[in-house]
C-alpha cells in the first residue's frame, strides 16, 4: 500500500468517504481504499486473478492532448495525464512535436483510421472490449477493429529481427492484483494523441492495470524512447465500465469510409 | 455433382473422398486439402471432446478452409473465369486447372446444380463483376478486399486461416478480414439500421453443432473473386459442426431481394497443429518464444490497411 494522507472525513447523504492526498505526486492515493491484505471486491477469474472482461473507455480528455490545456476549437480543455505535467522531449524531438502540433489536422494518423497503438488505443475516447483467459487477454478497440493480445503465458517477447507493430509485442504478468504488461517491438508511424506527441520504434512501454473498484481500472503506462525523451515518464487515467443498456462493441472498420461509397448494394437495372 | 446423402445434411460430393488425413505427413497432407479431393465432412451429433467452464464444447485453435481459396465461389478449384494467365495462376503458384469433373464441387451444395439461385438481374450483376474483374474499368469492379476491406460471411472462412477464442458466453473469430464476436447470452441483434461488414452475429450450441444468427449485413463484401453478393436483406443461418480437428460449416442464406430461394453454402476446415507447416496461408503463426517448453504457435497482430497505401491511394484518387 502507498502512503496517502487522510486529509479530512465526511458523510454524504449516509455514506461514508474519506478525502486523501497524495503524498509524492506520483503516488496513486486510490491505494488507501484498499487496506494491506484486504481482496479487493473486483470481478475475479476461477484461478483467483481480477477478471477485466468487459468494455471500457477513459472518459479523459488525455486523447486530445495528454500535457495541460486550455480549451481551444479541437480540444475541450484538460487537466493533463502526465505525472509532472511535461512529456520530457529531447530538444529536437520537441521540435518535431511542435510541428507535429501545428499539422495536426493533417498528420494525425487516427484521420486515416490507422491502428491508434499503445498506449494511445486505451484512451482514445471510444470504447475497447476486454475478453480474458488465464493465457491471455484479447483488446478488441471499436476504432478500426483493432485486436490486441496480452499474452500471460510466461512467453517472451520475439527474438531476433522482430517485425515491428502497430500495437506493440504484450508480455504481462500478475504482480498481486496488478496485471503488468512489457510492450516492445514498436513502429514509429503512430501518435501518443491528437496534439502530435509521438513515439520513435525504440518505444518501450510498461503498463500496470488495476482495479479501483468493480466499475474502475486505474490504467497507467510508462513510456521509455531513447531517441525520443530524455528520461522515461509516466501517465495515468481511470478506465470506466460501460453499463448503458444493450452496450455493445459495434465494428468501427473507419478506414473503408473513403471508399466504400464504390461498393453500393447492386441494385436491378443498368 | 452434389448429393445429399440420406439426412439430407452430410455433403457427400462424388469426387470426394472422406478421409483421415492425420496418417499422412503434414506438408503432404496440407497439399493434399488445398488441392486435392480429400476432406472430412463432420456430421451435426454429441460432443465428445473436451468442454469449457461454461460448458461450451472446446474448439479453440487456428482453422482452415480445406479446399482451394475465394477466387471462385461456386467453382472452388476452377480458378477464375477469364484469367489471363490461364489458370497458371490460381492462388499461390502455378497449377494447372483439373477438368471440372476432377475438381472439388460447388461451395452451394444446395440447389444441386451448384449455382446460387440468383434472379436474372442479380445474376447478371454478378456476370457483369465477374466479366470486369481482370480490368476494372470502374471503383465497384476492384474487390473490396483489395482495399482491406472486411471480407464478411462467408468469404472470411476460405481466405487465411483464422483463430477461435471462447470466453464464457462468448465465441470470437479473429480474420484476417476482421472479427466476429458472437455472443452466445440470447440478447437480440442491433438494431436493423445498422449495417456492417461483417454483420452481427448471434449463437448457441446445440450438441457440436455452434448455431449463429447473422443479421445486420451492410452486403458490401462480396462471396468470392467471381462477384456472387447478398443485399442488405440477408438472413444468414450458419451451424458449424465440430469434429476432432475437423469441422463443417452449413449455411442457409434467404434473401428474396435477390434470390429465388434459399440456399445452402457447405465448407470444410480443419484445425491447424504445430504439425503444419507455416505457408503464409493456413498457418500464419509465429513459433512462441517460451524457452524449456513444448514448441507452440501464437499469432501475431493482423493489421492490414497501414501497409496498404498503393490500394488505399487508388481509393482516395477517386476513381471515376
Redesign the interface.
Not at chain 2, 147 to 150: E, I, K, Y
Not at chain 2, 288 to 291: I, K, R, W
Not at chain 2, 298 to 303: A, D, P
Given at each position: 500500500m502507498k502512503a496517502c494522507r487522510i486529509i479530512g472525513r465526511g458523510g454524504v447523504g449516509g455514506a461514508a468517504f474519506v478525502l486523501v492526498a497524495a503524498l509524492a505526486a506520483n503516488v496513486g492515493c486510490a491505494d488507501a481504499v484498499a487496506k494491506p491484505n484486504q481482496r479487493l471486491d473486483v470481478p475475479r477469474t476461477?484461478e483467483g486473478r481480477p477478471d477485466l472482461?468487459g468494455i471500457w473507455q477513459s472518459i479523459s480528455t488525455a486523447d486530445f492532448d495528454l500535457e495541460p490545456h486550455s480549451t481551444r476549437k479541437d480540444a475541450p480543455p484538460g487537466a493533463g495525464v502526465v505525472e509532472g505535467d511535461v512529456i520530457p522531449y529531447k530538444p529536437e524531438s520537441l521540435k518535431k512535436k511542435q510541428e507535429n502540433f501545428a499539422a495536426r489536422d493533417k498528420l494525425d494518423p487516427r484521420l486515416?483510421?490507422?491502428?491508434l497503438g499503445v498506449p494511445r488505443d486505451n484512451y482514445y475516447p471510444e470504447p475497447f472490449?476486454i475478453?480474458?483467459?488465464p493465457r491471455d487477454l484479447?483488446l478488441?478497440y471499436e476504432f478500426?477493429?483493432?485486436?490486441?493480445?496480452i499474452?500471460t503465458?510466461?512467453?517472451?517477447?520475439?527474438?531476433g529481427d522482430n517485425?515491428e507493430?502497430?500495437?506493440g509485442?504484450s508480455r504481462g504478468h500478475w504482480e498481486g492484483d496488478t496485471l503488468v504488461v512489457d510492450v516492445t517491438d514498436f513502429t514509429d508511424?503512430t501518435w501518443l494523441d491528437r496534439s502530435g506527441n509521438f513515439h520513435s520504434d525504440a518505444l518501450h512501454v510498461i503498463e500496470r492495470w488495476r482495479f479501483l473498484d468493480k466499475d474502475h481500472i486505474e490504467y497507467s503506462a510508462t513510456l521509455e524512447d531513447s531517441k525520443v525523451f530524455t528520461r522515461p515518464w509516466k501517465l495515468s487515467v481511470v478506465l470506466y465500465r460501460l453499463k448503458d443498456r444493450?452496450i455493445?462493441?459495434?465494428?468501427n472498420?473507419c478506414?473503408?469510409l473513403?471508399?466504400?461509397r464504390?461498393?453500393?448494394?447492386?441494385k436491378?437495372?443498368p | 455433382m452434389i448429393r445429399p446423402n440420406s439426412i439430407g445434411r452430410v455433403w457427400l460430393p462424388a469426387v470426394m473422398i472422406v478421409a483421415i488425413l492425420t496418417a499422412l505427413p503434414a506438408a503432404q497432407a496440407d497439399a493434399q486439402m488445398r488441392w486435392s479431393s480429400v476432406v472430412t465432412i463432420v456430421p451435426e451429433g454429441q460432443w465428445k471432446g473436451a468442454r469449457l467452464?461454461d460448458g461450451q464444447p472446446d474448439i479453440q485453435g487456428v482453422w482452415s478452409n480445406d479446399i482451394a481459396n475465394h477466387d471462385n465461389f461456386t467453382d472452388p478449384q476452377g480458378g477464375i473465369p477469364g484469367d489471363p494467365s490461364k489458370g497458371l495462376n490460381v492462388a499461390n503458384g502455378a497449377r494447372k486447372v483439373k477438368p471440372r469433373s476432377e475438381r472439388a464441387p460447388s461451395r452451394v451444395s444446395d440447389p444441386e446444380d451448384g449455382q446460387v439461385p440468383f434472379?436474372p438481374?442479380?445474376r447478371a450483376?454478378q456476370q457483369e463483376?465477374l466479366a470486369n474483374f481482370f480490368n476494372p474499368t470502374r471503383?465497384?469492379y476492384?474487390e473490396?478486399g483489395a482495399?482491406?476491406?472486411?471480407a464478411g460471411v462467408p468469404k472470411a472462412l476460405y481466405w487465411h486461416g483464422y483463430e477461435i477464442?471462447q470466453?464464457?458466453g462468448?465465441v470470437?473469430f479473429?480474420f484476417n478480414g476482421?472479427?466476429r464476436?458472437i455472443?452466445l447470452d440470447g440478447?437480440p441483434h442491433?438494431p436493423e439500421t445498422?449495417k456492417?461488414?461483417?454483420a452481427d452475429s448471434r449463437g448457441h450450441w446445440e450438441g457440436n453443432t455452434l448455431v449463429v444468427d447473422v443479421a445486420n449485413n451492410?452486403?458490401?463484401a462480396r462471396f468470392g473473386r467471381t462477384g456472387e453478393?447478398a443485399?442488405?436483406n440477408v438472413h444468414i443461418v450458419e451451424r458449424y459442426a465440430f469434429g476432432e480437428g475437423h469441422y463443417t460449416y452449413r449455411a442457409v442464406f434467404t434473401d428474396p431481394t435477390v434470390y429465388t430461394r434459399p440456399f445452402t453454402v457447405t465448407i470444410p476446415a480443419h484445425l491447424i497443429t504445430e504439425k503444419d507447416p507455416q505457408d503464409g496461408w493456413h498457418n500464419e503463426q509465429?513459433w512462441?518464444?517460451?524457452?524449456g517448453k513444448a514448441p507452440f504457435f501464437?499469432?501475431?497482430?493482423?493489421?492490414c490497411?497501414?501497409n496498404n497505401h498503393g490500394h488505399?491511394a487508388l481509393?482516395?484518387a477517386g476513381?471515376p
Open positions: 476461477k472482461t486515416q483510421c490507422f491502428t472490449q475478453l480474458q483467459r484479447t478488441i478500426g477493429n483493432s485486436v490486441r493480445t499474452h503465458n510466461a512467453t517472451l517477447h520475439p527474438e517485425p507493430f502497430w500495437l509485442d508511424k444493450n455493445q462493441l459495434i465494428e472498420y478506414y473503408t473513403d471508399y466504400d464504390y461498393y453500393p448494394l447492386p436491378e437495372g | 467452464a434472379q438481374w442479380a450483376k463483376l471503383p465497384e476492384i473490396p482495399h482491406c476491406a472486411p477464442r470466453f464464457p462468448v470470437l479473429l476482421g472479427t464476436i455472443y440478447r442491433l445498422i456492417l461488414w461483417n451492410n452486403a458490401k453478393f443485399s442488405e509465429e512462441a518464444n517460451a524457452p501464437e499469432n501475431y497482430e493482423r493489421i490497411v497501414e488505399g481509393a482516395a476513381a
